[in-house]
């Protein structure tokens, strides 16, 4: 155990073994096993070294041994770089040895289908009964710089190498791991740790986000999945990482099989696999990129600088067009790019007369000339709006070493002032002026676009870390819900939750529709009742504004008749009667139980409109207030709320204390609840309405 650790992480010895078994290695570098055992042996790997080859007792200079039953004590870790068929004895051994680390570099196995299936669910079953974790198979191994251990047969390293650094990567693909480490050592981004787990028969990227959560050495984490089948671990590393205070910058890539009961509702058809993670990644405080290039730029300002503690952007630019770029590209990121208040303006005009602007400011070409002044400028601006980071275009000053020490004073002295606040410079520049900035802790961009759109994704994390809050915790129900559940069964459900509804009448004939019209007054609606028919309108199945007993009566016949037209199988219970409303606007609020993360909640605008605009956002039930408000902020259509055109604004608290019980009402009753569709949710200038509603249950999906 290290100094610095209190408790070793279950994971270190795969990614910092002392010890390693290399199952398959050979005397040929060219061959998968002789370049893993290269890497090992010739890249700074202090620790002991075991080639394990049957036939030779020597492989590369080092002694070998035909097993690792052989061997003279238990490795830390083995790496296992075999043809498929022999995988399964080797990892027999290795549990009979004792060692409870092993990776799978080996191909061939459930990535090719067939017979490989079978073969890795063997390898499960071994590990399974002998308390060994394994990555892969088809893994590409682990590599940590700082120690020069490099546990990889990636040819990546026979012309270029990540150095040591703080960014810790954990990848699925070992293609995409294999990129992000050479794009890593080309750009000067090191490397604390990193894996790509490959087929993730066992260990998966978010047990490797969990471990570099803990790793004094790894101050921020790259991480790339291309499915998820633990949302559980998942949530629980990326909370952990946010707990840690260190930002996580992912990227999904590909995407899973819905499950089958997604599209009982139109919630669950709306919903998509992709969405939900996004949702996942956002409330446990992960940034999502698009791109490598964007990963990799928000990586390396988070690895040397700290998080900016607000979203206002400094600009300081020795070209006015440039400056004017950089703030069109940080508005458009989400930041926002504050005027200096006339008081600080005045005096970085005592100190440039000619500085133009109050944000960006222009300092013009002339500053060439006056390098002592720009500590001072820079002083002022930092005091004169609420900055979390200054970004300074310096043109191509950064190659002219003899003339840049006064702007490298200045820079390192605004740093250390103000060491909370990401100071940013985006020049040209040689590696000598780079390394001395950024062993400061500031960052140096040569692309001013890119350089916003980093320092904006850095701002963005530490705001989805701060609001990474763990659900609150919902009981499960004490009473379990059978079906089918029509309209009416649905809505009687969802009030004794919370729901708000409107008083309403199941009539089983004309008569009874009727005499309960004369109860509830006049204009009414009228629905068809049936468990078979979840989409009335698909069917004709709603009649709106009958003012009379006589309408009632015939809307009665009529409905039935159009059932019976669309939906002969259908068991149809008569209708539904209930007041008619207006006003307002039609919201939907859904829940779909998604396979892997559970009960998710769905908003967005209602009636036809969802399927028209699919202007919806997901959240992780269940909500509570102050998420359920964020969620509904998140959508382009909320803004109808706020009073559009002079329209009085709506009860936005109804409409949140309604997301809130549908998501405590689908996680009580989580194991036998599919989907919750409430749909139009109406929300008025006072209070909200359920005007429908849908609850589909895992007895549905297996009656169907």
């Not at 390898?123 to 990555?135: D, K, N, P, Q």
């Not at 000619?354 to 006056?370: C, M, S």
């Not at 005091?383 to 020490?405: K, T």
Request: with cysteine.
């Amino acid at each position: 155990m290290r100094p610095e650790e209190s408790v070793m992480h279950p994971l270190e010895k795969m990614f910092r073994p002392a010890s390693i078994a290399v199952i398959g290695a050979s005397a040929d570098a060219e061959k998968l096993g002789g370049r893993t055992l290269w890497h090992i042996k010739e890249l700074g790997f202090q620790g002991r070294i075991y080639p394990i080859n049957v036939t030779a007792r020597e492989v590369q200079g080092l002694p070998a041994w035909p097993s690792v039953l052989d061997l003279p004590e238990v490795p830390d870790s083995a790496l296992v770089v075999l043809p498929a068929p022999l995988v399964e004895k080797a990892l027999r051994e290795c549990a009979a040895k004792g060692i409870l680390h092993v990776q799978v570099l080996s191909s061939g196995f459930a990535e090719e289908g067939g017979e490989g299936v079978a073969m890795q669910a063997r390898l499960m079953e071994i590990v399974r009964g002998s308390g060994m974790r394994i990555t892969g198979p088809n893994a590409l191994g682990s590599i940590s710089p700082p120690d020069g251990f490099f546990g990889t047969f990636s040819s990546l390293l026979a012309t270029a190498r990540p150095g040591p650094g703080h960014v810790g990567v954990a990848t699925q693909s070992g293609a995409y791991g294999s990129h992000i480490y050479a794009v890593a050592g080309f750009r000067g981004i090191g490397i604390s740790r990193a894996i790509a787990t490959g087929n993730e028969a066992d260990l998966d990227v978010a047990a490797c986000i969990d471990y570099l959560a803990d790793d004094p050495g790894t101050r921020v984490i790259c991480a790339s999945l291309e499915g998820c089948k633990d949302g559980a671990g998942l949530r629980h590393a990326l909370l952990k990482a946010a707990a840690r205070r260190k930002p996580v910058i992912i990227m999904k890539v590909g995407s899973t099989e819905e499950g089958a009961a997604a599209a009982a509702t139109h919630t669950g058809s709306l919903a998509g696999e992709d969405r939900i993670i996004d949702a996942v990644f956002r409330e446990c405080g992960a940034w999502r990129a698009s791109s490598i290039e964007e990963m990799l730029d928000i990586a390396y300002i988070c690895s040397i600088a700290p998080l900016p503690p607000c979203d206002g952007v400094g600009i300081l630019s020795v070209s006015g067009g440039l400056g004017v770029l950089m703030a069109d590209a940080a508005i458009h990121a989400g930041l926002k790019v504050p005027p200096m208040a006339p008081e600080v303006m005045a005096r970085i005009l005592e100190i440039q007369p000619v500085a133009g602007g109050r944000n960006p400011i222009d300092t013009t070409a002339q500053l060439n000339g006056r390098m002592h002044i720009f500590e001072s400028i820079s002083q002022a601006m930092m005091q004169g709006a609420e900055l979390g980071s200054v970004m300074f275009y310096l043109a191509h000053l950064g190659r002219n070493v003899p003339r840049f020490p006064p702007l490298e004073q200045a820079l390192t002295a605004l740093r250390q002032g103000f060491p909370d606040r990401l100071v940013v410079a985006v020049m040209t520049h040689v590696d000598e002026i780079r390394l001395k900035l950024e062993a400061v802790g500031i960052p140096v961009f040569e692309d001013p676009t890119r350089a916003v759109r980093a320092v904006a994704g850095a701002a963005h994390l530490r705001r989805l870390q701060a609001a990474a809050l763990a659900a609150p915790e919902v009981p499960r129900a004490a009473r379990r819900l059978t079906g089918p559940v029509h309209e009416a069964a649905a809505k009687a459900l969802l009030a004794e939750a919370g729901v708000p509804v409107l008083p309403e009448q199941v009539c089983a004939t004309a008569e009874d529709a009727v005499r309960a019209a004369g109860r509830l007054g006049y204009p009414l609606v009228m629905k068809i009742l049936s468990p078979d028919i979840p989409h009335k309108t698909e069917v004709g199945g709603v009649l709106l504004n009958l003012t009379t007993a006589e309408a009632v009566a015939e809307g009665f016949a009529e409905l039935m008749r159009r059932a019976r037209l669309h939906k002969p199988e259908a068991r149809l219970e008569g209708v539904l009667l209930t007041p008619m409303v207006s006003g307002g606007v039609e919201t939907i609020i859904g829940v779909q139980r998604d396979p892997v993360f559970g009960p998710m909640v769905m908003f967005g605008l209602g009636g036809t409109s969802v399927e028209l605009f699919n202007d919806v956002a997901f959240a992780t039930a269940p909500l509570t207030p102050e998420r359920a408000e964020a969620l509904v902020a998140s959508v382009r259509g909320a803004r109808l709320l706020e009073g559009w055109r002079g329209a009085a604004p709506l009860d936005r608290a109804a409409l949140v204390a309604a997301l809130c019980a549908v998501s405590c009402f689908a996680v009580a009753h989580r194991d036998e609840v599919t989907g919750v569709e409430v749909n139009p949710f109406l929300v008025q200038v006072k209070g909200g309405q359920a005007l429908d509603a849908l609850i589909a249950l895992e007895d549905d999906a297996a009656r169907h």
